[in-house]
């Protein structure tokens, strides 16, 4: 079975510019959640959907945005780009939204944003 | 794949001993943690998790304990081995059917072999 996958694998933009990463889930899987994770720290947690909604949101600017597709893939917008915005973007799936185990979340490879 | 362990603390261990990776976690009211393997080029891969009411679980070949009073959590790996080279990352959740996670800053572990 295919797991997590993300597209694309890397991104050079330049600031100022507009970035859309997209995700695609474990097939069955509803739930979303993207992460950055700049180099050399944890990743944190930008945002949550599950069943098209937004159920949760990190201590991100409005520049970041994203929202998830009736087939449960999703895609994270990022408008007018800064230096600080180069990262590790993730993608994570999980099946439910309630009374999980993070055994059940996976993440993909992440897609390699570098802003100049 | 670039690396992913750049300034991060780093753990030496002769292969076959074990290792001890520790952590501070932030947040009194977390009740979920999670320790979470990175190889390079790769997104965090799920090692083993505990739960507030417990404060020692294990797997195979890895023992988590968690220490509420002073927040503190550790990941410890029996008879370590090349493949377990890694950056190694605690994280915490508060529950209450949300999914983020609070990462912690990392530990890179390399295997002498």
């Known amino acids: 079975d295919a797991g997590v996958t993300q597209s694309p694998t890397h991104l050079i933009k330049t600031r100022g510019q507009q970035v859309t990463l997209r995700c695609s889930p474990i097939?069955?899987?509803?739930?979303v959640s993207w992460y950055q994770q700049v180099l050399g720290q944890g990743p944190q947690f930008i945002f949550q959907?599950?069943?098209?909604?937004?159920?949760g949101r990190g201590n991100f600017p409005d520049r970041f945005s994203a929202r998830q597709f009736p087939n449960y893939s999703s895609e994270l917008n990022v408008n007018a780009l800064l230096l600080g915005d180069s990262a590790l973007y993730l993608c994570?799936?999980?099946?439910?939204?309630?009374?999980?185990?993070?055994?059940?979340?996976?993440f993909g490879p992440g897609t390699r944003l570098t802003v100049l | 794949g670039e690396s992913v362990g750049l300034h991060l603390p780093t753990l030496s261990v002769q292969e076959g001993d074990n290792s001890i990776i520790n952590c501070a976690y932030s947040?009194?009211?977390?009740?979920?943690f999670i320790w979470y393997k990175q190889e390079s080029g790769k997104g965090p891969q799920f090692i083993i998790d505990?739960?507030?009411?417990?404060d020692k679980r294990q797997g195979q070949r890895v023992t988590v304990l968690l220490n509420k009073t002073v927040k503190h959590l550790s990941l410890q790996i029996a008879a370590t081995q090349p493949g377990d080279s890694a950056v190694y990352f605690c994280?915490?959740?508060?529950?209450?059917?949300?999914?983020?996670?609070?990462f912690g800053k990392g530990t890179k572990l390399s295997v002498i072999p």
């Open positions: 959907y599950y069943e098209k909604e937004e159920r």
């Open positions: 947040n009194s009211a977390s009740d979920y």
């Open positions: 097939s069955g899987h509803k739930s």
């Open positions: 994280a915490e959740n508060i529950g209450a059917g949300s999914y983020q996670l609070t």
């Open positions: 994570a799936s999980s099946e439910g939204d309630r009374g999980f185990s993070y055994n059940e979340q996976f």
């Open positions: 505990i739960r507030s009411n417990m």
